[in-house]
């Protein structure tokens, strides 16, 4: 054996390990939140973080499970990243997810209108998922900068899933203050720019909006899939 073919051997393997390397950087990580917790740990199952927007702020190919439970502390407009895949509606120990034991509640209710800015955003996300989780009383606010999806916001082109959650008096209103300037779509969930999103077995209950769509508003080239049970309480255009 010559030291070229030698040294193409080694070339070859160096290759192969590199490409290993880079898709480990792929693989899913799980992490864990339970709101129970008195102090917020590092995401593992024995010390969970105490929100979700920590679980989600982890980076992409991110699967964060969610023990049931109310949570009132959730910042506004937490960004799904590409390849995350959020679940609640889990038990004390993680091993089951069932939304009529154990529900996973969202309350936004605590924001004023001027803090409010939906729930969670989706920009550019390929490969989301969000699964069994209740969003309640959830607002694109009125203020200068407020946008559509009441508690959603899909575009980008993101591609994705919704799944088993349950939208509870959610809506979008005006931007520029009380009562004022253009009226947001979407009261629940607004998809747009070439966004694809299947929702599955969701619960939509009075839910408004001031402009299009009291559920959910497509704009842009949008698309949804609705499968499975949908039930829509409020819907308009």
Not at 29 to 36: E, L, N, R
Not at 153 to 158: E, K, L, N, Q
Not at 216 to 225: D, F, K, L
Request: with cysteine.
């Amino acid at each position: 054996m010559n030291w070229n073919h030698i040294w193409h051997k080694v070339l070859a393997m160096n290759i192969v390990i590199a490409i290993c390397l880079a898709g480990s950087g792929l693989a899913q990580t799980t992490v864990y939140v339970d709101g129970s917790v008195a102090a917020t740990g590092d995401g593992t199952q024995a010390a969970p973080f105490k929100t979700i927007a920590e679980g989600l702020a982890g980076g992409g190919n991110l699967t964060v499970l969610v023990a049931g439970g109310i949570y009132t502390d959730e910042p506004p407009d937490t960004r799904i990243l590409s390849g995350q895949t959020l679940v609640g509606s889990y038990d004390g120990a993680f091993a089951i997810s069932d939304p009529a034991l154990t529900p996973t509640i969202i309350d936004m209710g605590r924001l004023t209108e001027q803090q409010q800015n939906r729930t969670f955003h989706c920009q550019g996300a390929s490969s989301f998922t969000i699964e069994n989780l209740v969003i309640r009383n959830s607002s694109t606010g009125e203020w200068n900068n407020t946008t559509n999806g009441g508690a959603i916001y899909v575009r980008g082109g993101s591609q994705g899933a919704i799944r088993g959650v349950t939208f509870v008096n959610c809506n979008s209103k005006f931007e520029n203050g009380v009562e004022t300037g253009p009226a947001r779509d979407g009261g629940a969930i607004c998809i747009r720019d070439a966004s694809t999103v299947v929702i599955e077995d969701c619960v939509f209950d009075s839910c408004t909006a001031v402009g299009n769509g009291g559920a959910i508003t497509m704009r842009g080239g949008a698309t949804h899939v609705f499968t499975g049970e949908i039930d829509l309480e409020t819907f308009r255009g």
